[in-house]
């Protein structure tokens, strides 16, 4: 039956982290850093058992039916609250099941069948993906502490745009980045839109981490800052994401941008899914409404906090001489790289022989740029005795 | 910014239906037979707010996290044996967000921009709509009866395949039809899978009705037909939706077909919503393993019957002569058809005004079919007196 196969089906790629993470799934004695799961510790399982119960009983005529497409009206109208935007209009606000669903409505809207989009090089292979499967060409730029190079970007997108390229936007997680951990600072994120703003090219910022900041001041989004600073209400679109305060197995995210933009999201939206969980919608409401989210933030940040300075500790002790590695402010993944002679993919399979896991470098860079001396670690998921000893494994490989 | 819009998204159309809900909403003294929503009475609201608050408190550590893109193992199995379908294998049924994710992922996964799919017409515009945003062109056969007529099929596909039209699938919904409450019998069923065979097309089984049958044998689905009786397991891919036996709020389908057919739809699932909602798929797996759902279905069934006939005797009773309608063995919707010089696309602001909406038959039909003297009458929302009541001020105006 492949024959008959739509092309971007026929090319679609196989998931190289899925295949990581069904190796390392269920191996006794197994520390993985590999996966970019939350702590089941951070679930907030009572509170949640008690309101989907009252949310059934008291409301469930209204959300046990069809819902809007752009998502729970009572739910938008905490989220503005919750996120201080009391201002924003409804159709600058809708929900979707998980933020990767907000990225892929997003580049629907934008994205024909080899259009460019510009993303961080080391990125976030879940959201590359989502946005190559609508056709999109990937052109990473270089990183450095900070995110994003301003004059690597400057220069990429003059070469593209003299060679009558189509560039639709840029795609960046400003904080705690995944796969690096590293956060813009103000600078950055000003010298970022000062680009976008000349090339007159929108910026989708991903936002899955900023609650989980453990130290260090809140910066301002990049949505905030262009809205405010720079006065262009347009310019970029938020994803934002439930997953990691509350759980994943809900789905639920959103995203925020100008009704221009919103609007044909929502419009996809009514065609692939019709709407988020109306049910589970009121009941991430309610949390909000009732107060707990702050409280609970701050319990995550007490679970994974202490997991991070385990990590970095491990890694100061056990890696030898010219190992460097990222120390992220918050979020829930460090980025290790090595000399340039350490082959990361080698490495994993004795990594998993030693039973250590991570994700090796090269599966988080776009085409075309082939990195080998880097990894990714995960330090949510493992406890500091696990990490510990995890660390210490892997140093033991080199 | 609209001129950075993608082709299919500056394309996509309204929907028209959409609109009339929303004149029609909130309306005080209306009676609206126009939406296709489940009556909330049919809701099993205190056995879902203890299943939830039950699975979270035991289960929440897997259910919150992140779970498999084709969806809960558990669920799976429970649904395999619910359906009497021990036999499939993991990678021929995959959990959607509602059965309108599963006709997107499926068309997603054959169709390229130009591709024919063939309809019924008049046919269910949420499915066409999903179909023509990946850039598919629709096709409608026309219906008798007993859906979609043989003869005309087999015409049409000769037709587009002497032209050279690539034609990916044939859709349709076999049983209590979207919007004309019509039932394909057992001949009925043969005769279209031996054209599908004949012309190597495979079917898209639209199913999320089957279980509202009020009285008549139940027939065998065109997935089992093509899979015994053809020898043909690889035809036809099933789409199945808990929205009218659950709640469509918990957005929760099903589809199952040929690996071949159900790993790309997972990868596009993957890519765009990365699974549903974990939560409710694994409450709605408990409800079906503890038993509920044969009872809960009659109790659907004892609420839907006899407003059915309240329909038929109201339409029997006030409807002039010349008035034809259809008398379905099940489902939420009656098709009406007037005389040629009856608009109802006139006739429903007429109606509005009058407290009383319905859809008008013009919405069904996928482009170049133009009919302007039927309507679709939904029944399952509705009580008795204001069926009676509505059919009535409906009749009145004519």
Known sequence: MEELYSKTTASMQHSFIRE?????????????????????????????AELFSNVITQEGDDVLQYGASDGDLVFKNIIKDFEEVPYLSDDE??????????????????????????????????????????????VGVEMDEYGMVPESLKVTLEK?????????FIYAIPEFQNPTGRTMDLNRRRA???????????????????????????IITLWELARTEFNDPKLVTIAKSFSKILGPGLRLGFA?????????????????????????????????????????????????????????????????????????????????????????????????ENKVAFIPGSKFYPKGIMKKNELRLNFSYSNEEQILEGIRRLAGLL
């Open 256 to 352: 925020a941008g100008p009704p221009e933009i919103i609007k044909p999201m929502v419009k996809w939206a009514q065609k692939s899914t019709v709407s988020p969980d109306c049910v589970t919608q009121r009941v991430a409401a309610r949390f909000i409404e009732q107060g707990h989210m702050h409280q609970h933030v701050q319990n995550i940040i007490d679970l994974y906090h202490p997991r991070r300075d385990a990590m970095i500790k491990a890694l100061k002790t056990h890696m030898p001489d010219n190992v460097y590695w990222t120390n992220p402010e918050g979020g829930m993944f460090i980025w290790v790289a090595f000399d340039k002679s350490v082959d990361t993919d080698k490495l994993f399979a004795r990594a998993v």
């Open 192 to 218: 970022i839109i000062e680009i976008a703003v000349a090339f007159k090219i929108p910026i989708l910022e991903d936002q899955p981490y900023r609650e989980l900041r453990f130290e260090g001041e809140r």
């Open 93 to 138: 606000i809708m929900i979707t099941v998980g933020s990767t669903n907000g990225i892929y409505f997003f580049t629907r809207t934008l994205i024909d069948p080899g259009d460019i989009i510009i993303c961080e090089a080391p990125g976030f292979p879940g959201s590359l993906a989502a946005m190559e499967s609508c056709g999109a060409r990937m």
């Open 20 to 48: 990581i993470l069904k190796v390392t799934k269920g191996v006794p004695g197994m520390i993985s850093f590999a996966g970019g799961l939350p702590s089941p510790a951070s679930f907030p399982k009572h509170l949640l």
């Open 160 to 168: 593209l745009i003299s060679k009558g390229e189509s560039v639709k």
